[in-house]
């Protein structure tokens, strides 16, 4: 099978590690970088991001660039004039890193700059909607649009969850996620056809749990459920699910078949929690066929085109 091009357009942010109440490290993380690297590990992928203009960005660019001899994504970094990067800040807890606190920084007025590409697979993995049309015109000859977004920006505007919506191919999100799409797009939090029937270009919906498992649910009627056999040891869960969404998109362009895509997708997941930041990015991304990932198929839709009763429902 021939590999195709995936674009990544997705946040970074600086992630920054706590002890004693000071921060003892800082690099450059976030969506973007983990997306970017797990997509890469099988493809050749384009990462277009942006940051603020603070002191020190750039040698955190050139450090992320680095941490791949081979493999390594093509980074697009955009810096916001005047804008403030997102930064979360982790501090331990029972043996793992959690966030702790968060500055979302500000992205909100700019006019961002984003050159064309030419790419089989975007995957949009940012919720904010100036960064989406710029990337979506940007990447306008894209046989394929995954969305991967937590919806923050779109809790107000539902006419824009409605423009989005309908250029997407694949959403990703947690069970939550979907049910705030459910009510944002004003329809009843009641069986995921819903999504399917509003938006009859959506042809797959990703409920996800950083690298504990989830299902995925197919507009011809078939859903599958993926989990690890055997948890793995949890050091960050954060940045799990966009390494499923990377992998997922790298497996997609390289022409998979459903099943094998979750599988493997649900692989890189699962061994990114034993892993911190920018680790993942460096050694946790590659798929591990001895670590078996449970995938179940059934049918969310009856043969006869009749709903079945719960097997869908998002919450």
């Known amino acids: 099978m021939n590999s195709k091009e995936v674009v990544v357009a997705a946040a970074s942010n600086v992630d920054c590690i706590k002890t004693e109440n000071k921060v003892s490290k800082s690099f450059l993380n976030g969506a973007a970088v983990y997306a970017g690297y797990a997509s890469s590990v099988n493809n050749k992928t384009k990462i277009i991001s942006c940051v603020g203009e603070e002191d020190g960005n750039d040698e955190m660019i050139e450090k992320a660039k680095k941490y791949r001899s081979e493999k390594t994504p093509e980074f697009n970094i955009i810096k916001i004039k005047g804008g403030k990067s997102f930064r979360q800040f982790f501090g331990e807890k029972d043996g793992s890193l959690e966030v702790i ?3 979302y920084g500000n992205y909100n007025d700019w006019d961002p700059d984003v050159e064309e590409f030419e790419t089989d697979v975007l995957l949009l993995g940012t919720g904010n909607p100036i960064f989406q049309k710029a990337v979506l015109d940007s990447c306008k000859h894209a046989e394929h649009i995954l969305l991967d977004s937590k919806l923050i920006h779109f809790q107000k505007r539902a006419d824009k969850v409605d423009e989005l919506l309908k250029r997407v191919d694949t959403f990703f ?3 939550e996620e979907v049910e705030q799409l459910l009510k944002n797009c004003k329809l009843p939090i009641t069986m995921t056809s819903s999504l399917f029937e509003k938006y009859p270009n959506l042809e797959v919906i990703v409920e996800k749990n950083a690298g504990k498992g989830g299902r995925v649910f197919l ?4 859903f599958y459920t993926y989990q690890p056999e055997i948890p793995k040891k ?3 869960s954060d940045g799990a699910g966009d390494v499923f969404a990377g992998t997922y998109a790298s497996l997609l362009a390289k022409g998979e ?4 895509i979750i599988e493997k997708s649900a692989q890189s997941a699962a061994l990114s929690v034993s892993l911190f ?3 993942k990015a460096k050694k946790g991304l590659e798929i591990d066929n001895s670590y078996r990932i449970i995938v179940k198929e059934g049918r969310w839709k009856n043969r006869d085109g009749r709903e079945s009763k719960d097997t869908n429902r998002s919450n």
């Open 101 to 103: 606190d968060k500055d």
């Open 173 to 175: 999100g947690t069970k």
């Open 219 to 222: 507009s011809d009627g078939t």
């Open 234 to 236: 949890e050091l960050c």
């Open 257 to 260: 078949n459903i099943k094998e």
């Open 277 to 279: 930041g920018i680790n």
